[in-house]
């Protein structure tokens, strides 16, 4: 199933509702795609960007990858 995208571009601090379970959803950060390197030395790439969200009811972070925040499954409510 293809779904379409709603939110085209994500910035930090819009908030969200998840259509979901209809919680309320902050943006706190955006980690980038990309390889990026351990302190032991070792590397990890990250294919897509991750969000970094923080319910407000709650106060609980989570994080998700971008096409989540950017289909159906979130509403922007303010930017």
Known sequence: MILPILNEEIHVGDVFECLVDKSVLEVCEIKPK???F???GSFYERK???VILKDRKSEKAFETNLITVQTLLM????K
Do not use: A, H, K, V
């Not at 509403?75 to 303010?78: G, T, Y």
């Open 34 to 36: 990309g390889r990026f």
């Open 38 to 40: 351990r302190r032991d």
């Open 48 to 50: 897509e960007p991750l």
């Open 75 to 78: 509403r922007r409510i303010s």
